[in-house]
């Protein structure tokens, strides 16, 4: 049984050049070749290292830190320096997660007690799974012509447990929280929907790996401008990016659906929204930005592609978190009027552009 | 008189707020005015009439009691000396730096430092005695560098220098 | 859009029994029953200053609010008379503490008027520069709460550095960063150098300069004005009936500038406008601020370039200084006779009312003196923002829960101010 699976991980293994050696190494050893095989499967490693669960890690300790310095930088003051001076504070976001294990995670009386615990691990689930199905390179789980529509279903599962969230603080600012949290999601879906609509039209195919392909000779950006205006800003919307946090203002309904967390459960929380955003622009990367087209390193073998999507999700991210430096933020109904108004007349302006590319016979 | 219009704005305007505003971030973004003083690696200049802590010239105070009723906070007290006379004694946990003291005395016996940032152990500590007020505190200077702040053709400079400010002034 | 009640029996929350909230618990139920809720805007919030505001919701409009202010109330009016006259004016600069020279001035002026003396030249016009530096240093701090109360971090920290340098100004004169204590009856402590003066006028070049970028980044944002503008309207009855005072009466378009109509100090010699605008909402309050702050600054400038012209020396009236043998040393600095002008001060029997505009509004003070004692009968402090509270409360209703932050950003409500 063991050898069958042995087979079936080699067969369909990932190859890294510059690691080849030690991966030689340890295929001697009996059981630790099963494990080193079971890790470098190709499905496997795509959830658990790129662009899964590591990649987002590492995005994420960075966009924190980046966001921090670019915001400092802009209104005439340092950010975090001290933790690794030397380093400009990179690793201040590492030292908050670990000040966070240290802190007591109160649950206050009115709380539905399992509910309250549960879902922020819970809420885990459709922002891992997107990553069964967004190849990166070579490196994929599955392969399926359905995999846009998958994802962007399992995108819209979110805002479904932050509002369940807020409904199990049983808390009045929670409560308003969650509804603001409701009120954005009908301003956004449907012209996320539409755009993505839009683009599967033009590439003629939902296959991530197919889009890619066709966006060898000129990324997709340059086709469809528009489309890629209105996807920027549903982004920002979905995100809770400035100018449009709005459930989770600070000022206003203090924090709102997730007012009642401290300690790890609000380090938790709070990488919601951030691993939405690399969710988002991992989507915006493949889709508009050429995915993984870029120079083969060849030491790298199959993470360069890999390496490439990564380098181009980051520096979209950099770009959202900049927008918090300079806007303040919508109400909740002029969000709603412009995602209803402005977000939507784009997006079918794009599906129009889209149908005249296509009749066009350009891609 | 001035009257103040709110504008109306139309799409292009608005656009043109939007980019102007982006353009501002960028532009901060890439090359910042930072006004930051890196407390205690830094230590920002003060002017010589600054009010910090005090210091008692004891041979000038001649006992007259009027420092302690003017002052505004009740955080001067009479101690006898050792030579039988009054001296002042100073409540650090009241006084709040407003230096009337220092106005008052007509022989100019109370000096003022530098000093501002001042820790104490417990509370009992805070009134000092008029023996510690005699002495200036004790210093542990951890910083390198001096700033100050200067403007010239509206642009804010930071100048750093390595001479450090002379925090309790020399007897003359 | 036709409504239907359900009657579903709706039990008011155990907070509004428990906590002692100065509401009767007839209007909770009442609220209750009709379908709203209340929600405390509580103390401990991150939208609100040291005050609890109390507001009923329908849905997201606010039909009504109830303020809860008291929460820094020191009682600096019954402090006040168990010191001696110049002991009050470390005491009375604290209410509004980044305005301090306002707050000195009208106090000041109260014991001039009840002893009948006269400021010299100079002296004046170094208090208006005081008082004018401190309006400029707390508009910005106004402005830059409003900017964190929209969302706006850059539009909370750059007013803060800008203000960074009227601190260090107040320092270079006086010696504290903030509460300079630097007014007293007769003039001030003593005289400003020339390079102190020189340092004065840069700053204000640097701030105007400075403000034309966060008039970019905050002031003309579309996000901004789409937030701010037709929010919290106050029309020109309704601000004149409720008795608003200050910038804030001043944007529904009435002109009442307590330094135009009953000038103190230096104002009526040097030139300057009263500003108004006509909207009375949340833009236009702010606005009035954002154009006072270069009304301010020209008043500094003008006032600096008086003071060059003048010969340095005299700051300290010479009717205080009676029977003191060195006059000349002694008018241009208090050191050394402190004691000996005001330390047994009494004032004539009588009252004296002084009205001053800080930089919220009308500051009212009352000096009551019964002739004989060294400390204050009764003193009455009425600040600006106890005077619009009402008007501020008013503005609330109809507006939505997330105007509720930017109007209270527009107004500037201070609560340590407004309780004193």
Same mark, same amino acid.
């Given at each position: 049984m063991f050898a069958e699976l042995m087979e079936m991980f080699r067969g369909n293994a990932v190859e890294i050049p510059i690691l080849q050696p030690i991966i030689d190494a340890l295929m001697g050893i009996p059981l630790v070749n099963f494990v080193v095989s079971f890790l470098l499967w190709k499905p496997l490693f795509a959830i658990l290292f790129a662009p899964g669960l590591a990649a987002l890690m590492v995005a994420m300790l960075f966009i924190i830190w980046f966001e921090r310095k670019v915001t400092a930088r802009v209104q005439w003051r340092y950010g975090p320096l001290e933790i690794s001076r030397s380093l400009g504070g990179l690793i201040q976001p590492l030292a908050d997660g670990m000040r966070y294990l240290f802190q007591e995670v109160i649950v206050h009386r009115e709380a539905h007690k399992p509910l309250f615990i549960q879902l922020p691990l819970l809420s885990f689930i459709p922002v891992l799974l997107p990553f069964l199905f967004i190849p990166a390179g070579t490196i994929y789980a599955i392969r399926t012509p359905y995999a846009l529509p998958l994802i962007v279903a399992l995108i819209s599962l979110v805002p479904m447990l932050i509002v369940l969230i807020g409904w199990a603080s049983n808390s009045k600012y929670a409560y308003l929280g969650s509804m603001r949290e409701v009120f954005m999601y009908f301003g956004y879906e449907v012209a996320l929907i539409v755009v993505v609509m839009a683009m599967v039209l033009m590439y003629g195919s939902a296959d991530l790996i197919e889009i890619v392909e066709k966006q060898? !000779? &000129?990324? #997709?950006i340059l086709f469809n401008p528009i489309a890629c205006i209105a996807f920027f800003m549903v982004t920002a919307m979905a995100t809770s990016r400035f100018p449009f946090e709005i459930p989770e203002a600070d000022q206003e309904v203090v924090f709102g659906p997730f007012i009642e967390y401290t300690g790890i459960m609000f380090g938790i929380v709070m990488t919601l929204g951030y691993e939405k955003l690399y969710l988002l622009s991992l989507l915006f990367s493949i889709l508009f930005l050429g995915g993984w087209n870029g120079p083969t390193i060849a030491i790298l073998g199959d993470l360069s592609p890999a390496l490439w999507l990564f380098l181009k999700t980051v520096v979209l991210m950099m770009m959202f978190v900049f927008l918090r430096t300079v806007y303040p933020r919508f109400r909740l109904d002029q969000a709603i009027k412009f995602g209803w108004t402005t977000l939507l007349s784009l997006s079918v302006i794009s599906l129009a552009v889209a149908a005249v590319i296509r009749l066009v016979g350009w891609l | 008189m001035v009257r103040v219009k709110s504008p109306e704005l139309n799409f292009i305007e608005r656009m043109k707020g939007h980019l102007d505003a982006l353009r501002v971030g960028l532009r901060e973004a890439i090359k910042p005015t930072r006004l930051t003083v890196q407390y205690p690696r830094e230590r920002r200049k003060l002017p010589d009439n600054f009010r910090g802590m005090l210091i008692l010239d004891v041979n000038g105070c001649i006992s007259c009691f009027q420092c302690a009723f003017i002052c505004p906070a009740n955080a001067i007290v009479m101690k006898r000396g050792p030579d039988g006379k009054l001296y002042p004694c100073v409540n650090y946990a009241k006084c709040i730096f407003c230096h009337f003291c220092a106005e008052t005395c007509t022989k100019g016996a109370w000096k003022s430092t530098k000093v501002m940032d001042v820790a104490f /152990?417990? /509370? /009992?500590?805070? &009134? &000092?005695t008029t023996e510690k007020l005699i002495k200036p505190p004790k210093l542990g200077r951890e910083e390198e560098k001096t700033v100050s702040y200067e403007i010239k053709n509206g642009e804010l400079i930071l100048v750093k220098s390595d001479k450090l400010d002379e925090l309790i002034p020399k007897n003359e | 859009m036709k409504e239907m009640s359900i009657d579903v029996p709706v039990e008011p929350p155990a907070e509004f029994k428990s906590l002692f909230i100065p509401i009767p618990p007839e209007y909770v139920e009442d609220a209750y029953k009709k379908d709203e809720f209340m929600i405390l805007v509580g103390p401990?919030? #991150? #939208? !609100?200053?040291h005050m609890r505001i109390i507001v009923r919701l329908k849905g997201d409009v606010i039909v009504d609010a109830l303020p809860d202010p008291g929460y820094v109330h020191r009682g600096m009016e019954k402090l006040a008379e168990n010191k001696l006259y110049i002991q009050n004016i470390p005491l009375l600069e604290r209410p509004a503490i980044m305005d301090c020279a306002n707050y000195n001035l009208g106090y000041v002026r109260a014991i001039e008027q009840m002893l009948d003396i006269e400021v010299p030249e100079r002296a004046k016009y170094i208090r208006t520069i005081l008082a004018e530096l401190c309006r400029v240093g707390t508009h910005l701090y106004d402005a830059g709460i409003l900017a964190i109360f929209l969302g706006h971090s850059t539009g909370f920290m750059w007013p803060f550095a800008m203000r960074e340098l009227i601190c260090e100004a107040l320092m270079k004169v006086s010696g504290a960063r903030v509460t300079a204590s630097y007014i007293i009856p007769g003039g001030v402590r003593r005289d400003v150098s020339k390079s102190v003066l020189e340092y004065i006028r840069e700053v204000t070049f640097f701030i105007e300069k400075k403000a034309k970028d966060f008039e970019k980044v905050f002031i003309k944002n579309p996000v901004t004005i789409a937030r701010m503008k037709d929010v919290g309207v106050l029309t020109k009855k309704d601000a004149i009936r409720l008795g608003v005072v200050g910038p804030f009466l001043r944007a529904t378009g009435v002109e009442y500038d307590v330094r135009a109509i009953e000038p103190y100090d230096a104002y009526d010699q040097l030139d300057w406008d009263v500003v108004t605008a006509d909207d009375g909402d949340s833009y236009s309050r702010f606005l009035v601020r954002v154009e006072e702050i270069s009304q301010s600054l020209r008043i500094i400038r003008q006032a600096i370039n008086r003071l060059r012209t003048m010969p340095e020396g005299k700051v300290i009236s010479e009717d205080l200084l009676g029977k003191i043998k060195d006059k000349e040393k002694a008018s241009r600095d208090i050191k050394g006779n402190f004691y000996r002008i005001f330390g047994r001060l009494t004032l004539p029997a009588g009252e004296v009312t002084t009205l001053t505009e800080a930089s919220r509004g009308t500051l009212l003070y009352t000096l009551v003196s019964d #002739? /004989? !004692?060294? !400390?204050?009968y009764r003193l009455r402090i009425v600040t600006p923002g106890w005077l619009y509270l009402k008007g501020f409360m008013e503005s609330l209703k109809g507006s939505r829960l997330a105007d509720l932050q930017a109007i209270y950003g527009s107004f500037g409500y201070f609560p340590p101010e407004a309780d004193r």
């Open positions: 060898k !000779s &000129l990324p #997709g | /152990e417990n /509370e /009992e500590e805070m &009134l &000092l | 401990q919030h #991150g #939208g !609100s200053g #002739g /004989e !004692s060294t !400390s204050p």
